[in-house]
């Protein structure tokens, strides 16, 4: 059995997400074993508003909705992973965003997760939370933050 580093690069298409992308060859270079990386963008549910939802906005067009924004927030990273010769499976996942992160993480064994982060200082941090403070948060992984 052959062994290979796994690790979920969460992206948003951010210049954040894109400096882990980065970060993320790096440590693939470093690495002995093959890495692979699990390349997720999550977006957060359309929320439905009453009945008039599913006369208004159609299944289709909010799976197209959903779709056209995870390949935009994907691009930049999937092209620095090829360009680089990395082993990647790019997902576009829908849900909360830190808990469906740290699913995928699990369902898929990786054993580190990166993330860009977008720099807020304590006080926002406490105030707003994070995505990033969640993933850390939860996971059972390390977790890489790229400022």
């Known amino acids: 059995m052959e062994r290979h580093v796994k690790i979920l690069l969460a992206v948003d298409g951010s210049e954040p997400s894109i400096r882990a992308t980065r970060k993320v060859?790096?440590?693939?270079?470093?690495?002995?074993?093959?890495?692979?990386?699990?390349?997720?963008?999550?977006?957060?549910?359309?929320?439905?508003?009453?009945g008039l939802?599913?006369?208004?906005?159609?299944?289709?067009?909010?799976?197209?909705y959903y779709e056209d924004e995870g390949t935009q927030a994907l691009a930049a990273s999937e092209k620095?992973?090829?360009e680089a010769g990395v082993a990647f499976t790019a997902r576009r996942l829908v849900g909360n965003i830190a808990e469906t992160l740290i699913e995928?993480?699990?369902?898929?064994?990786?054993?580190?997760?990166?993330?860009?982060?977008?720099?807020?200082?304590?006080?926002?941090?406490?105030?707003?939370?994070?995505?990033?403070?969640?993933?850390?948060?939860?996971?059972?992984?390390?977790?890489v933050l790229v400022p």
Do not use: W
């Open 104 to 143: 995928r993480a699990d369902a898929t064994q990786c054993r580190m997760i990166y993330m860009g982060t977008r720099g807020m200082s304590a006080l926002p941090n406490l105030v707003l939370g994070s995505i990033a403070t969640k993933v850390v948060h939860l996971a059972l992984v390390p977790v």
């Open 80 to 82: 620095i992973l090829a």
């Open 53 to 64: 939802f599913n006369t208004v906005v159609s299944k289709q067009m909010v799976e197209q």
């Open 25 to 50: 060859v790096e440590t693939a270079r470093l690495c002995r074993e093959p890495t692979e990386v699990e390349l997720v963008t999550v977006h957060l549910p359309i929320p439905q508003i009453g």
